[in-house]
Nanobody
Framework: QVRLVESGGGLVQAGGSLRLSCAAS????????MGWFRQTPGKEREFLAS????????YYAQSVKDRFTISRDNAKRMVYLQMNSVKPEDTAVYYC??????????????WGQGTQVTVSS
């Protein structure tokens, strides 16, 4: 079955860096758009970044552009989110997701269970 498993979350100081990983299985990873989202209690899930199946194109939310970088390794079926210069407002549960589509506002079909990131000030 489809599985997306995030890892790499934890506690980090403001200004520091963290790399999230997402391991995918159960679908043809190399043909899917992959994305990262985050959510805090009481708020809607927020899109952060997406990367096309071949890694050739990316989209970023303005809130993380220039600080976060999405990448993928199709051979390893992995997608990553490098988070630099983190801020306390980056504290959230981070999710990876997969979509068969590509574009700015697309539906994501598969979701991971999330990993908690906490940024201390």
């Amino acid at each position: 079955q489809v599985r997306l498993v995030e890892s790499g979350g934890g506690l980090v100081q403001a200004g520091g860096s963290l790399r999230l990983s997402c391991a995918a299985s159960g679908f043809t990873f190399s043909t899917y758009t992959m994305g990262w989202f985050r959510q805090t209690p009481g708020k809607e899930r927020e899109f952060l970044a997406s990367i096309r199946w071949n890694g050739g194109s990316t989209y970023y939310a303005q809130s993380v552009k220039d600080r976060f970088t999405i990448s993928r390794d199709n051979a390893k079926r992995m997608v990553y989110l490098q988070m630099n210069s983190v801020k306390p407002e980056d504290t959230a549960v981070y999710y990876c997701a997969a979509s068969i589509d590509w574009g700015r506002n697309i539906a994501f079909h598969y979701w991971g269970q999330g990993t908690q990131v906490t940024v201390s000030s």
